[in-house]
Each structure stands twice: as structure tokens, then as C-alpha cells.
């Protein structure tokens, strides 16, 4: 199977800032008002221009803001469309966007400040810090920073209950109150990859401990203006009238897409470290200068460098997908169908109720680019592609990228799991057709399911739950633990490596909401950012 773009969705410093030079490329409100040379844009922005119009009128946006890096300068490209607490004016270089989930390498850095000043990485939760517990949990949380910070700590995917306030000590008192009613963990840590907005309030609340200062303050003093992010906020109350007010819902499944003023915009404080800062495409874009060229003053390098380094594989299929911290990492480029296996990709990207963040660099090419959009669940990687095509020298490709699928390994695959937290037990079968599963709690809760699986690659398959499309990874058997069977909302182990059945206190089971997001039948675990 081919990629026709990898463009995953999902982040030089002088004189105590990035030293860059800036330049304000914006468009009047109506482009077609002047053309381009009118507007101050080079004719090269042209094509990138024609597709970011037609990513905004297929999204739910009413406006995109986009700004690159090239080489030393951040160019503020352009903004489209209007906003309603714009007042029918287009973006500007300086409005704010929500990014989602494009917080985490922001956290991530921050807490690595507190690695700088002692904290370890290595040590599990439970050392470090006891008075956090885990429901059901006796000994407290055995992952350590470090499996946080690069999705390894098998927690299950959570934001916390809808009760949860905005302000400062709430990040507090959830961790320590809520979590250990209700958050629990799905797998031993360690053993893969599985993405958790946990992990990253976690880190928040670590930075938190270890700074002694509320984590907005502390990551705004400590990381935005040391490097020049003077248009990054990370409180909802610091956003000012130069702000996009979104168009979604007040919160994670809510209704149909309707806007959504500053007031009823998702927020809350044990959320911010996982996915609510605001800022602009150009301090994004600011923020991967700093990690292509560092600035020892805000991070040693080694720690920079770590945030970019792939820590663990995104499937079991060896491929070149990793995950560094808060930071996707491809080894390998596939634009317009075509493999560039020579250029490597940073990446990560953001979704909150109402706004939509991408984000993407190449750090040999000293080439990154931001879009910020104000709609829940937009897609502008067409936007993005027309940027590295029209602003980006690439080496030659090699051919299509065709992801790995070995048929003969689809027997190993097949047998009997089980969750004991969510799904109970999931039965696997083989026959000449392929892989098929049968999960006896949706038929019990009546969630419509597929039964057939399609393969994506060899130990990777897509099962299609109430009509959107989940992927599931098959790991094999190590010397140590079972072979597991694992989406982001479950996680089952394979009987035979499994010491006794753990069928006690099983929650509703989890299946596919809007959009493609993973939702749960409980309200409490609803699509995240």
C-alpha cells in the first residue's frame, strides 16, 4: 500500500531570543483585491496560496493563518478568511489559534528544563513522586518521565472528568483527587507505543512540582520568552481580542460544528500541558528553529536534541515511524505518492473542539511550516504540501514507499485476547480471506462493527467500529511479556501469556466516534485532542 503524502496528523537563538528575522507577508481581507504582488507576496507563495483557499472552503474553518521558516527568517506567509471576534477582518500575523495537541512538545521541553536542574527521567513515578496513585493501583504510578514523555506509560487515554475548572490548582487536584479514582493503566509501561494525553498533564503537573510555580507561569517565563514567542499564551484568560474564536463545540463530542466565542471555548486546567496553548503560526515555527539550531541558554543540547530523537517505534512493524517527545519522527518523506527516503521529518499537529493546528519541519532543509485554522477537525496537509514543493529543494526520490505485509505472519496473529479493563474478551480468527474479529461486549452494548479486518501492513489492521476506521497493532511475544493486541482506547493480551483471567470491574467498551476520533460508550473517556 502506497502513502500518497506522509504528512503525519497529530512541534539559533541570540541576544536571550531566537535572533531570527521576521517578515509580515499577510494578505488584505479579500486577496483577490491587488493580486499578489499588491499583497507583497513573492510569486512562488502562489501555488501555496490556491491551496490553502481550497483547504478552507472544504473545512469547517472560517480562517487559516500560515506562516514558515526558511534558513534564518520567519516569513508570516498569509491568513484567509475572517473570524466573528475579528469583527470581518482577516487574521493577522499576530492573532492567536488554539494548537491542540502541538502543546506537548512545548510541555516536553519544559519539563526537560527540570531534567537541566535534577529531575530524573529514569525514575518511575512512584519514587519521584508517591503521593500520585492510579485507581486500583497500591504503589503508585510505575512509569517514569521518560515514558511520558515519549507515550510509553500504558495509560489509558483520559482528560478527566467534564467537572474540572480552570483554574490553577485544578491541574493539582485532579492529578492527585480524580486520577486516582479513575485513571488507570492498560499496560505495563515500556512495552509500546500508545498515545495518551495523560502522559502530558502528568509531565505538566511534574514541571509544576518540581518549578514551584503554577505551570502556565512557569513554562511562559521559562521557554515562550526566552525564545521569542511573545504571541504564545498558555491560559485561556491571557488570550487577548486579537484571537480567532473557533467554530466546533464547547467540547469533545458535542453537537454539530456551530461557532464558538472566546467564553464557551474548551478549557480546563489538568487539560492545558496536553493541548491548550494558543499562539500564531509564526512562533511555532519560531519554537522549531530552536529545536533544528538550539539555544544552550533555554535547553542544553543533548536535551533539545532529545525531543527529536525516536525514542520508541510507532508500530511493530519496524517501519521508520518513531516517536521522540511530543514529536512524531519519519525517517523518510513521501509527497505526491513519491518516496524521499533521505529527508527527515518532524511532526506533530493539534485538535481541540473548535480549532485545528499543524505542524510540521524539515530539519536538514532548515524548512518548517505552521497552519493554524479556527474549525474542529480541519485538514490543511494540502496546504503544507504545496509549501514544501513550491519553498523546499528535495533530493531525488526513490520510487513509492509501500508499507511491509507479509501474509504468512497472519496465523501468528490469530488467537484469543483479553482486556480485562474495557473490552474483555476479543477473539481473533484466520482464514484464507485474512483476519476477522469477534468482540462479544459491543454486541452486548449494541456497537455495530465490522467483523472483517483490512490489512494496512503486516502486524497492522484496520477494524471499522460504528463506521470509522480504527487501527489496531498486533505485537509479537518477547521473552518478557505476551503478545498484545492495541488501539489507543484497549489494549488485550493474547491467552497463554495472560496468568489468570482479569474479567473484575470491566467499563463500558470503547468505539469509534465523529470524525474518526476514538470515543467510549462512558462520557468520561470522550474523543481528545
Not at 244 to 250: L, N, P, V, W, Y
Not at 259 to 279: H, I, K, N, Q
Not at 370 to 387: C, E, I, Q
Request: with cysteine.
Amino acid at each position: 500500500m502506497t502513502r500518497t503524502l506522509l504528512l503525519l496528523a497529530t512541534l539559533c537563538g541570540c541576544g536571550g531570543g531566537v535572533g531570527l528575522e521576521s517578515e509580515d507577508a499577510g494578505l488584505p481581507a479579500d486577496p483577490a483585491d491587488g493580486g499578489l504582488a499588491d499583497a507583497g507576496l513573492a510569486p512562488e507563495i502562489a501555488p501555496i496560496l490556491a491551496a490553502a483557499e481550497a483547504d478552507l472552503a472544504s473545512n469547517v474553518a472560517s480562517c487559516v493563518s500560515v506562516a514558515v521558516w526558511r534558513g534564518e527568517r520567519v516569513e508570516h506567509l498569509f491568513a484567509l478568511g475572517t473570524a466573528a471576534s475579528l469583527g470581518g477582518r482577516a487574521p493577522d500575523a499576530d492573532t492567536l489559534f488554539m494548537i491542540g495537541s502541538d502543546t506537548k512538545k512545548l510541555t516536553a521541553a519544559h519539563l526537560l528544563q527540570q531534567a537541566a536542574r535534577g529531575l530524573a527521567l529514569d525514575v518511575p513515578l512512584r519514587e519521584l513522586a508517591p503521593e500520585l496513585r492510579l485507581a486500583a493501583s497500591e504503589s503508585g504510578i510505575e512509569a517514569t518521565p521518560h515514558e511520558l514523555l515519549s507515550m510509553q506509560s500504558g495509560l489509558v487515554d483520559w482528560l478527566g472528568p467534564r467537572t474540572t475548572g480552570t483554574s490553577d490548582g485544578e491541574l493539582w487536584r485532579v492529578a492527585i483527587e480524580e486520577a486516582s479514582e479513575l485513571l488507570y493503566a492498560m499496560s505495563p509501561p515500556g512495552l509500546f507505543w500508545n498515545y495518551s494525553n495523560p502522559n502530558y498533564s502528568f509531565a505538566g503537573w511534574l514541571a509544576e512540582r518540581e518549578s514551584l510555580e503554577p505551570w502556565a507561569d512557569g513554562i511562559e517565563a521559562d521557554l515562550f520568552a526566552p525564545l521569542g514567542m511573545t504571541r504564545t499564551v498558555a491560559r485561556k484568560a491571557s488570550v487577548d481580542a486579537n484571537h480567532a474564536s473557533g467554530i466546533g463545540s464547547s467540547f469533545f463530542g458535542g453537537p454539530a460544528p456551530r461557532p464558538v466565542p472566546l467564553p464557551l471555548t474548551f478549557e480546563d486546567a489538568f487539560t492545558r500541558p496536553a493541548g491548550l496553548v494558543w499562539s500564531t503560526p509564526s512562533d511555532q515555527v519560531r519554537f522549531a528553529a530552536f529545536l533544528v539550531d538550539g539555544d544552550p541558554a533555554v535547553l542544553p543540547d543533548d536535551l533539545r536534541e532529545a525531543i527529536t530523537t525516536p525514542h520508541v517505534a510507532l508500530t511493530p512493524d519496524g517501519e521508520r515511524s518513531g516517536y521522540g517527545y511530543g514529536v512524531f519522527v519519519e525517517r523518510g518523506l513521501v509527497l505526491g505518492g513519491v518516496d524521499h527516503p533521505g529527508v527527515t521529518l518532524w511532526a506533530h499537529g493539534g485538535n481541540t473542539p473548535s480549532h485545528t493546528s499543524l505542524w510540521y519541519v524539515l530539519p536538514e532543509q532548515r524548512f518548517a511550516i505552521s497552519v493554524l485554522s479556527n474549525g474542529v477537525g480541519d485538514d490543511f496537509r494540502a496546504t503544507a504540501a504545496a509549501a514544501i514543493e513550491a519553498l523546499v529543494v528535495l533530493p531525488e526520490p526513490s520510487g513509492p514507499f509501500e508499507l511491509p505485509f507479509d501474509p504468512s505472519v497472519r496465523a501468528e496473529l490469530a488467537g484469543s485476547y483479553l482486556d480485562g479493563t474495557n473490552l474483555g474478551l476479543v477473539e481473533v480468527t484466520e482464514d484464507e480471506e485474512g483476519l476477522s474479529w469477534e468482540v462479544p461486549a459491543f454486541a452486548e452494548a449494541e456497537v455495530p462493527y465490522e467483523a472483517r479486518l483490512t490489512p494496512v501492513s503486516t502486524r497492522q489492521w484496520i477494524a471499522e467500529i460504528r463506521g470509522n476506521p480504527v487501527v489496531l497493532r498486533f505485537y509479537p511475544s518477547g521473552e518478557e511479556e505476551g503478545a498484545y493486541l492495541v488501539a489507543r482506547r484497549f489494549v488485550a493480551e493474547r491467552l497463554g501469556a495472560v496468568a489468570a483471567p482479569r474479567l473484575v470491574g470491566l467499563s463500558a467498551p470503547t468505539f469509534a466516534g465523529a470524525a474518526g476520533g476514538p470515543r467510549s460508550l462512558d462520557p468520561r473517556f470522550r474523543r481528545l485532542p
